[in-house]
Structure formats: C-alpha cells, structure tokens
C-alpha cells in the first residue's frame, strides 16, 4: 500500500484538497490551497483579523509584556516595582524543588487526563451522532450535566463522596464485600492523583464530547453514502473515513485537552489542598500561594514560575507535535 | 507614582473598545452614591456568616445617621486576599477594611491606613472603653496617633478548646460533666466510644492548614502553640515538645481514634453535628457556626483541652492580634467613619447588643462576664480565664522598637506559608517521624529569619535574633508589660 | 425530538437496517442508561442538596432522597447571594461576551485558514504559544489596563475582559474547520462571482457545529465566570454577577453548602437551556449544505 488516501470516493476523477490525506491540511502547515490576498481583499482582511487582534494585544501580549516584566523584580504585587533583581527569581525558582514537584504533577496530570478523556469522549461522540440511536438529546444532556457545577460545588460533592467513613464509594466497596475498612483516597500521592484525573474527567467530558461531535460534522455525508454502496462495514466506515477526516480538527482538541487539563486549579484546591504534605501541588496552585497565598505577596516570584512553566510545556508539547509528525513523514517516505 | 504605562497596545484597545461597547450598547453605569449630601462608607470584610448581622447594624446606623449610608460587603477570605491590594492599588479601595494578615508596621508601609480620627488623636472617653494596656505604640499607635482599635479580646477568643457531643458520650456510657482530662483518658474514652457506639471519636480534620485544629488544641498544653518559640527564639516544629504531641496525634491516628480521612474542617465540623463523631478541637467561633447549621448548643459541651498525662507545661498564645479594622488612607469621609467606629465601639450601643445577641464572640471593649449570654459562650469563658490556659505571648516590636521596619519574619514565613502544615499532614498519612519530615521547613525558616535580620542590621535598623529571644519567659506565664524593661 | 423522527423516516432505508437499528437500541439503550444515570449521580446529588438541611446533607450519605423538603436554601440564595439583583448582569455578561467571542474567532479564524498574508505564521504560533500561559497569572496586568482605560466599574470593563482572554482557543477551532473545508467551494464561490465577503457569508453557515460549540462554551465559562467580575467591579459591587454572588456562602468560619447547591440549581437552568437549543446545530451541520 503505497498510498495513504484513506476515503478515495469512488467515481470520483478530480482530485480535491478533501481526498487529500489529512496530515496534509493541518492547519499550521502553509499548503497551497491558501490564497494570497489582493487588492481591496487586502482591506477586508485586516478588518476580519482586527478585532481578534486588539482584544488579543490587550489582554494576552500584554499581560504577558507586562508579567515578564514583572518577574525581574521581587514585587509584591503592592505598590511600587522598584526592586530589581534581575534573573533572581528564575534561578531560585530552578532550584526549588516544590516547583519542579509541581511540574511534575501537572505533567502527569495532563497526560493522563487527556489520554483519558479524548478516547472516551470520542466513542461517547460517535455513538451519540448515530441514526438510530434513540434518545440522543437525553444521553447528550447527561453526560454534558456535569460541566455546570462549579468547581467549588464539584469538589465539595466528591470531598463527600469519596470520604471513608461514610461516603457512597465506601459505603458500596464495602457492600460488596471489596473492603472492610475505609480507604483513603487522599492519603497517598498516586491515588489523590488518580483521583484528580478522574474528577476532572468526569467533569470537563462534556466540553470534549461536543468538541468531538462538532469534528464528526465535518465528515460530508456523501464519503459515507458511497462507502455504502460499496457495502463497507460500520468499522471500516470508521476506520477508513470518519477518523482520518477529523484528524485536523483531532490535533487541535488533543491541543486543547493538554493544554486545558495544565491549568487545572480549582479541583486541586478543593480535592486535596496539595496534600498529602505538597505531594500534588501542580503549578497553578503553586503560583498561587506564591502570588496570594501569604503576606508579603511573592507576586515577582509568581510571575517567573508561571512564565518559566509556560514555557516548559509549550516546548514539550511541540516537541511532541514535531515527533508525530516526523513520524508522519518516515510513515509516508517507507510507504508503511 | 503610577508604574505603569498604558502604551500603544493599550491606546488601540481604548478606540476598539469605546467602538465595541458603542455597537452592543452596553451602558457604562457608573455613576455612584446618588442623592444630595449622603455618604456611603464602603465597609470590607471576609465574614460572611454576619452578613445578615452588618445589613443589620448598617440599617440601624443609618437611622441614627441619616446621612451616612453604610454598605458592608463580604468576600471570601481567600479571594479578599487578592482583591484588597487590587482595590488599594486601583484608588477604590473601601473607607474601612478588616485586616490582620499584618501588623501596624506593614499597613503604615503600605501606605494602606489613616488615623482612626481626622485629627489623628482620640479622646480620653473613647480609649477608656478598652482596658488599660490596649494602646501600645507600635501595636496600634505610631508617633502619638492612634490607627487601631483592638476588635476581639484576646483571653477568651480564640483556638485550643473541646468540643464533647452529648449523645455520643451517653450511648458510649460516659459522662460529658467528667470530660477526659489526660492523654490517657482521652485514649479511654475513645476506647469506650469506639467500642460501645458506632461513632468515631476524634473528628480531626487534617487537609492542609485545616490540621490546626486537632494541633493547636493538642500542643498548647505542652509548649507553646506558635511555630515560633519566644523563649528560645528558634522555629520549633521539631523541638522534642512538638514531636511529642505529634507522636500523640500519630498514635491516635494508629489506634483508630481519629475519624478517618483527610478531610477538611466543614467536614469534621458536620461529622460532630451528626453525632458520628464524639470529639472535636476547635475555637471560640464554633457556638455560631453550628448555631448557622442548626447544631443547637445543648447538643454539645465545650470543656478545657487535654494535657499530658505528666501534667501542663504549655498554654495557648496570645498576641495583639485584636486590631482588625482599619481607616482606610484612601477614604474622603473621615470625619463619617470617625462617627462610624465611635458607634461601633460603644460598649452599650446597638452593635454590641446585636453582636453578642448573635454569639458571634467576645468584643475587647465590652465587660464580657456582664454581656454574656450565651451558656457556652459562659462555659469558654470560664475555661479561658484559667490562669496558664491562655497566656501573653512576648512580642519582640515591644523589646526593639525598630522591628517595625523589619521585614526579616514575615519575609521568613511569607514563603511556603503552610509548610508547618504540609508536613506534619505528609509525616501523618506516611508514618514517618515528623523530626525528619519536617526538618526542611524549620531550616528554612530559620535561615531566613537570621539572615534576614543580619542584613537590616547591616542597614542601620537596630534588630538581631535578641529582640525575638525572651529566656525569662515561661510557657504558661503572661509576658507581662513591665518585663520589657530590664 | 427531530432528531428521532428523523432517524425513522429516512429515506433510502431498508427494512432489514431497520431491524438491525431496533437490535443496536435494545444494546446501547440500557448501558447508556445505566452508564449515564452513574454519571449524573454526583449532579443529581447537588441538587437533592439543594433541598435538604445542613444536617441532612451530610448524614443522608449516598441518598438522593432530601431529609425533608425544605425550600429555606433557595430562599436564602435568592437574598445572600443577591440573585434577583445580579442575574440581569449574569445574562447580560453572558451573552455579549459570547458574541463579542464569536464574531472575532469566527473572522480571524476564517483570514487565518483561507489566506496567505505577511506574518500570518507568526501570528498563528503565537496563538499557540500564548495557550500555554497561566491564565490566574495575567489578572494583574488586564486589571492595570481595564483600569487605564478607565474601564473599571463599569459592564463594559467587565465584558471586554470576559471577551478578551479565553479566544485563542476559539480561533483555533474556527482555523481546524475552515481549513478542512473543500476548496472546491471556493472555487463555485469564486465562479459565481462572490468576493471576500460574500464567500464569507456563503461559507460561515457551514461552521454551525463550531459556532454551537463556540457559544456554548463561551455562555457557560461567563455564565460562572468568578475571577473578572469581582476584580472589576470592587468598588461597584451591583454589577458583580451571580457567581461572585454565591461566593457569599463562603466565610470565614463556615461554608453554607446548601445555600450553595440552591444558588448552583437555580442559576443551572439558562445553561441547560442555551445547551439544549444549541445541540441542534450537531445533528444537523454540514451534511445537507455541502451539496447545496
């Protein structure tokens, strides 16, 4: 098999940008079917990009201008930033070992969460767009019901759930005979952890379930009626059209899900308070109780963690994102 | 003044944004405190069980005042933190705030308060409301003018007392009137209890900083209850006094008698409410609390902690920690808030009936054994005036005067705030001996505060380790005022 | 229930499907079911929380059955938590914010897929890039310019910065499905003599599945937006919103969970609402319009 064009519609003769395979048209890649803009098109174009571009200068680049520049000083966050201390709060900030902790945790936590989320939103997606299956608002609005509690309520109602002397999960494990004593969840690094991941799975699935969904409607219909024809299977389907045809958009959500799941804060704080001891601080709870958590603010140091981490992740997810794709191009050269 | 600039980003945002809110039509409504000649004191705090108390005594404050109007808000203690220094730096701050992250020293710094007066002095009949002592220079005065009021007294108010659930103690077979008064009977009756009901015994929470409550109640008994130790002048967690109490509190934890779990203390508090569990260490703020939830106080009896089986060789701190409101610097009505706070304080006067109606706690300028009504707000203050159950802590401002402008402490605890906590939960639920958990943090601490010290000492200020060092200082005696001049 | 009906009447299918589609019910049915009411259990445990006493809330465990019905919280959430006042606010931030969102991803994710111009890489990696900062870290500075717009204390301050921090996200999911448009299109466009904003306008009906997500998401993260609404308005706390408002539960002392899952259960409704309308848009999509 020496092509990759995964839903060749048969009867077909012209070749367009869609029989294209996938890897192709993502989207940061320049390809050719971009247009150069002329004339008055010119105008339109920077009308189209100025309203994201204004909100974007103010409230991003700035803020961010602004919090570099704030992370050379050992400022408060209260009054005047006066006291300069160059790349003092980086190098501090490399050696504490809380904040590597928290690195670590936040890492672990993201891939996790994201590993698990996007299949299972993705089965959860196809299954709730087929034909026949009944009831799909229902089930729809089910599994997006829990995306509307607040954090605060979400962690309260799991603080509650999951405690050991009288919560539902113990109250069942120990009906069924699993245990006899409560367990802690929160009492060990690794299962607080899991139980982070699990939470915030479940809370945040919905967004990824509609995410999905709204992919799988950019599949065109006609791949799937004339696969049909050809008396194709649902796998295939599957296998050959609906997954290759949302890969584009699957590379952004897959973005969105690493990215979203690294600023995770609230289920921290409600969940375990970084405990036990600070053995699930992830770094946004580590910016804050150095930017508000005690008198002075470390607003100075904050501000360095947050950008250092910034950092740190922006460089291992491209690297990720080159690696796949240096795979991508190995795949195709050796024809695998 | 001002750091920053708003720049070209800025300036383009400003056209993009008078556009945008012209095309959604969003009104800017600004336009405050409406009618002629009225002023609104814009009032700060993060207590919101008293919500409904402050609309209250504003209401009332009002109709005594017709021109000032009151507007009290409540914001949550966490976000309050991250939102006063925005309000302060933003010139919209409130007329009066409640504060006691930091002292005096700090806020004068800050350039966050004014005199509690227009004219910076306050009259003899004002200052006589609290008992002699409550104005110190340094505490709450600076150069002859007064910028504080000590809210709650310090004798009774406060962590370190237990809580004992009725029911559980009747079905257990034990008698509340006769609360345990060692380790040792403590352990016993957590036996009974546990063996005779289906209750737990301790209901300690241990999530974070939320371990207080056991640990205050616990370690007062045997040291001193700071993490810092005024006689030795060494942060103190590994000091044998706390491992000890620590040991206990593990032990406890090994033998089943604390609820398990590492819950917080809203969940704690619930499991004494429900009668799951039989004990539970906490403060003076506890009677209003379960009042709010309908835990109604015959349900429960307050009684003094528990010491070690050797006897009392520590008592609970107290520190001048009573100034909670302040005068905003940013405030235009002086003169209304001076009007406002001499209201507050008379020891007779409508908010002090309505805060004490309330059970909310004990005021410093109210004759407390006269205004109190409350049975176990009668039964904490009757524990609380033991002498050696709570004592005066020494305070170094009051040894070197110029510990005001040091920074070295705050700065020694500003980073890891909970590290105290955040060990001692890790040397729980791991087993292992808090001595080499918690080792790091009393290292750090301690190396920030020396070195910090040292180098305003290199500066001019007159500070060393001394003025935090009190050797003739005994854990359960007051550090009267006249023992600073020697 | 279109969507259903819709399933039955299809043209084109045969009998023996039908049969097959009955027996993929009769699987699916009970293990969505089952799956989906384990799902909810923790939502439906806030609301029956809703209803029960302090007290009962935490000794009912596992149950789902309020101690008693009691109606008091919700009382208690309409006056602390001030909904009756802020909710005007709450919809009001909620639905220009989403549009103000929708509009500006939707354009520059469009110019952003569909041409080539002068630095449009760059601009692209730094949407990016910029994801990757820590949004609790950034308050600070949209505070400083809210302020030196002069901006603060007013609706539209805290618009603007509903508005303006979360896009990137939205721009990039605008990008993926343009770009994943056939160019075919384009090019009928072209022929027909569309130009720049008429082939606009032709293509963005397409996009429904991503504005329904765009609007959705948009609606709920400002609908329980907690940080941009205290910070800007402190000194006008009339315009805060209901989130700040249920905030009050929180004290010093004692959280009042109840009141909590009251205020959470009435301010729930619009979301379900603007969830339910909006879902349309998934079922339907692309599949018709691509041929037209």
């Not at chain 1, 190098?91 to 504490?96: E, H, P, Q, T």
């Not at chain 2, 639920?429 to 180098?455: F, W």
């Not at chain 3, 998401?217 to 006008?236: A, K, M, R």
Request: hydrophobic share 45%.
């Amino acid at each position: 098999m020496t092509t990759t064009a995964p839903a060749a519609a048969p009867g077909r003769e012209k070749v367009t940008d869609r029989d294209r395979p996938p890897a192709e048209r993502v989207p940061e890649r320049v390809d050719h079917s971009r247009e150069r803009v002329r004339g008055l098109d010119r105008v339109w174009l920077l009308v189209f990009l100025a309203p994201f571009l204004l909100l974007y200068l103010g409230f991003t680049i700035w803020p961010l201008i602004a919090t570099i520049y704030y992370s050379f000083f050992d400022w408060t966050g209260i009054g005047p930033i006066d006291d300069f201390v160059g790349i003092g709060n980086y190098s501090s900030i490399l050696v504490d070992p809380l904040f590597w902790l928290s690195v670590v945790n936040t890492l672990v936590f993201a891939v996790l969460t994201t590993v698990i989320k996007l299949p299972i939103s993705l089965v959860a997606a196809i299954l709730l767009t087929r034909k026949w299956l009944r009831g799909k608002r229902f089930f729809r609005t089910m599994f997006f019901a829990p995306l509307i509690i607040p954090v605060a309520m979400a962690g309260m109602v799991f603080t509650y759930l999951l405690n050991p002397s009288n919560g539902a999960l113990n109250a069942i494990l120990r009906d069924l005979g699993l245990v006899d004593q409560g367990f802690d969840v929160f009492a060990n690094r690794w299962s607080a952890l899991l139980v982070l991941v699990l939470v915030a799975v479940w809370q945040i699935f919905g967004q990824y379930m509609i995410y999905w969904m709204a992919a799988l409607q950019n599949v065109p219909e006609e791949l799937y009626e004339a696969a049909a024809i050809d008396g194709a299977s649902e796998w295939k389907k599957l296998t050959r059209i609906t997954l290759p045809m949302i890969k584009p958009v699957a590379v952004i959500i897959t973005l969105l899900g690493l990215v979203n799941a690294m600023h995770v804060f609230g289920l921290v704080v409600t969940l375990t308070a970084g405990g036990p001891g600070t053995s699930t601080y992830v770094v946004s709870y580590f910016i804050y109780q150095n930017a508000f958590g005690a008198v002075p603010f470390a607003y100075g140091y904050a501000s360095a963690a947050a950008l250092l981490f910034s950092v740190i992740a922006f460089v291992l997810v491209s690297a990720q994102g080159l690696a796949v794709r240096r795979a991508q191009r190995l795949r195709k050269e050796y024809g695998v | 003044m001002n750091p920053h600039r708003p720049g070209i980003a800025a300036m383009i945002i400003a056209a993009a944004a008078s556009l945008l809110v012209a095309a959604c039509g969003t009104s800017t409504n600004s336009s405050s405190g409406g009618g002629g000649g009225q002023t609104t004191l814009k009032i700060w705090d993060f207590s919101a069980e008293q919500v409904k108390f402050h609309k209250d005594v504003g209401a009332q404050f009002t109709k005594e005042h017709p021109n000032i109007k009151i507007e009290w808000r409540s914001i949550n203690q966490a976000d309050y933190m991250k939102t006063l220094p925005l309000a302060f730096q933003s010139n919209q701050a409130p007329d009066m705030f409640y504060w006691n992250a930091t002292g005096l020293s700090e806020l004068l710094d800050q350039k966050w308060i004014r005199p509690l007066s227009p004219d910076g002095t306050v009259p003899a009949d004002f200052t006589k409301r609290w008992p002699d002592g409550s104005f110190l220079e340094g505490i709450n005065m600076q150069d002859g003018k007064t910028y504080g009021f000590p809210f709650t007294e310090n004798l009774y108010w406060g962590s370190g007392y237990m809580f004992l659930n009725k029911q559980v103690f009747q079905q257990a077979g034990l008698d509340v009137g006769n609360p345990p008064k060692t380790w040792t009977d403590l352990k016993n009756a957590c036996a009974q209890i546990k063996a005779k009901t289906k209750a737990e015994c301790i209901a300690a929470p241990t999530k974070g900083e939320d371990m207080q409550r056991i640990w205050y109640a616990l370690v007062s008994s045997v040291s001193t209850d700071e993490f810092f130790d005024y006689k030795t002048g060494k942060f103190d967690l590994t000091e044998p006094a706390q491992l000890k109490t620590f040991a206990f509190i593990q032990e406890l934890k090994k033998l089943g008698y604390l609820a398990p779990g590492t819950n917080d203390k809203n969940f704690s508090r619930q499991q004494f409410a429900a009668g799951q569990a039989g004990i539970y260490f906490d403060g003076t703020w506890m009677l209003s609390v379960w009042d709010s939830q309908g835990f109604s106080s015959d349900n429960y009896v307050v009684a003094p902690r528990v010491n070690p089986d050797e006897g009392q060789t520590g008592a609970a701190g107290r520190t001048y920690d009573g100034n909670k409101y302040w005068v905003s610097s940013q405030t235009k009505h002086p003169d209304a808030v001076w009007t406002f706070i001499q209201w507050m304080t008379d020891p007779n006067g409508y908010f002090v009936k309505q805060y004490y109606k309330n059970a909310f706690g004990t005021l410093s300028y109210v004759d407390n054994q006269k205004m109190v009504t409350h049975p176990v707000l009668k039964q904490i203050m009757e524990i609380g005036a033991k002498p050696g159950y709570r004592v005066q802590l020494p305070e170094p401002l009051l040894k070197c005067p110029d510990i005001a402008k040091s920074k070295a402490y705050v700065n020694a605890l500003a980073k890891s705030p909970d590290g105290e906590w955040e060990a001692m939960s890790q040397a729980l639920v791991s087993g292992q001996p808090l001595a080499s958990v918690g080792a790091a943090i009393v290292e750090q601490r301690q190396t920030a505060l020396e070195e910090g010290l040292k180098q305003e000492a290199a500066r001019g200020l007159k500070v060393s380790m001394d003025c935090y060092t009190f050797p003739d200082w005994e854990y359960t005696k007051d550090y009267t005022a006249d023992m600073y001049r020697q | 229930m279109a969507t259903i009906t819709q399933s039955g009447t299809q043209p084109g299918t045969q009998p023996g499907r039908r049969s097959h589609a009955v027996r993929a019910n009769l699987i699916a049915l009970p293990i969505l079911l089952v799956i989906g009411l384990v799902w909810i259990y923790p939502f439906l445990w806030t609301i029956s929380a809703a209803f029960k006493t302090q007290a009962g809330m935490f000794t009912s465990g596992a149950s789902l059955v309020p101690d008693q019905l009691n109606f008091d919280n919700f009382a208690r959430a309409w006056v602390n938590a001030g909904f009756s006042g802020y909710f005007f606010n709450t919809v009001l931030y909620s639905v220009v914010s989403t549009l103000i969102e929708l509009v500006k991803a939707a354009l520059c994710g469009y110019v952003l897929a569909r041409y080539d111009f002068p630095g449009r890489t760059l601009l692209y990696r730094m949407i990016v890039g910029t994801l990757f900062i820590p949004v609790a870290s950034i308050i600070v500075p949209q505070f400083v310019l809210i302020e030196n717009l002069g901006l603060l204390n007013t609706r539209a301050g805290v618009i603007l910065a509903m508005s303006g921090g979360a896009g990137a996200l939205y721009v990039l999911l605008f990008v993926g499905f343009f770009s994943s448009v056939p160019a075919d299109l384009f090019e009928a466009a072209k022929l027909d003599g569309a130009g720049f904003l008429k082939t606009f306008r032709l293509i963005l009906p397409l996009a429904k599945p991503v504005i329904a997500v765009v609007v959705i998401f948009q609606f709920i993260s400002s609908w329980n937006e907690f940080n941009i609404p205290l910070v800007f308005t402190l000194g006008q706390p009339d315009l805060q919103n209901l989130a700040v408002g249920m905030m009050s539960f929180q004290g010093e002392y004692v959280t009042d969970w109840t009141g909590f899952a009251a205020g959470m259960t009435i301010s729930f409704l619009p979301m379900l609402m603007i969830f339910l309308f909006f879902q349309n848009y998934f079922t339907r999509g692309l599949a018709g319009a691509t041929k037209g």
